[in-house]
């Protein structure tokens, strides 16, 4: 049985690991430049900006090797949960 590809299966919201977190940067920047300041893709984006910033603190831990041990294995559990979170409006 194969995972399916969170980037390609229609959901509600899309997933954040589905573009590199200079992408939603970008989707972001074009959004504001366009008045678009507030909404459902702007919501969209700061979500998937928090989920980077977590992204990037958690795996600082786990190379700097500052988080036990029994945590690191639950690293990408997190971030799978995480990514499921739909963003708030």
């Known amino acids: ?5 969170p ?3 229609p959901t509600r919201h899309a ?3 589905c573009r590199p977190v200079q992408g939603w940067r970008a989707r972001k920047g074009v959004l504001a430049s366009r008045g678009e300041v ?15 910033a977590v992204h990037k603190r958690l795996t600082a831990a ?4 500052t988080m036990p041990a029994e945590n690191v294995e639950n690293v990408e559990k997190v971030l799978d949960q995480l990514a499921e979170v ?3 409006s």
Not at 38 to 52: I, Q
Not at 62 to 65: D, N, R, S, Y
Request: net charge negative.
């Open 38 to 52: 507030e909404g459902p893709r702007v919501a969209e984006a700061d979500a998937a900006l928090a989920f980077w």
């Open 86 to 88: 739909p963003p708030r």
């Open 15 to 17: 997933d954040p690991r």
């Open 1 to 5: 049985m194969t995972t399916p590809n």
């Open 62 to 65: 786990v190379e700097a090797g």
């Open 7 to 9: 980037c390609t299966t």
